[in-house]
């Protein structure tokens, strides 16, 4: 089992105010800076809750998938994942996930069949799933 904590803090109104987040566990970053307006506006160099969750969502279905694709045989030489998370009235919404991946040996068929089993298999999704639609758009590339 592994716990991973972040610690976040807040100052002021919703709309006026600021804080910060910190992944406390790893200490990659802390005190990233995160406002409404990096919500709903440009993001102006601070971060949101929604970019947090695009990035644990492409990550952790590179991972998925680099898994299904290695059980069945077909490494991948490299997997490029984009996730966009909207925030739409106070809500997410979607989860867009876009794949491009190259995979010496895997034809689309195997490919596809990974793509579904990650998808199935993917952490973050099963956490998000029934409460945000996801979408993944997946490609095999040479």
Do not use: Y
């Not at 991972?63 to 299904?68: D, G, I, K, P, V």
Request: charged share 20%; proline share 3%; glycine share 8%.
């Amino acid at each position: 089992m592994a716990d991973r904590r972040a610690t976040a803090t807040w100052h002021g109104s919703l709309f006026e105010g600021k804080g910060t987040v910190t992944a406390a566990s790893s200490g990659l970053f802390t005190d990233a800076a995160v406002t409404w307006a990096s919500r709903t506006e440009d993001a102006g160099g601070a971060t949101s809750p929604e970019e947090l969750i695009a990035g644990a969502q492409a990550a952790c279905f590179g991972m998925a998938l680099s898994n299904e694709l290695s059980s069945r045989g077909h490494e991948p030489a490299q997997l490029r994942l984009s996730a966009t998370c909207s925030f739409v009235d106070g809500t997410i919404t979607t989860m867009v996930l876009e794949v491009s991946a190259e995979v010496p040996g895997a034809d689309d068929a195997a490919f596809r069949e990974a793509v579904e089993a990650a998808e199935a298999s993917c952490p973050v999704s099963n956490a998000l799933r029934g409460n945000v639609d996801i979408t993944v758009d997946a490609r095999l590339v040479s």
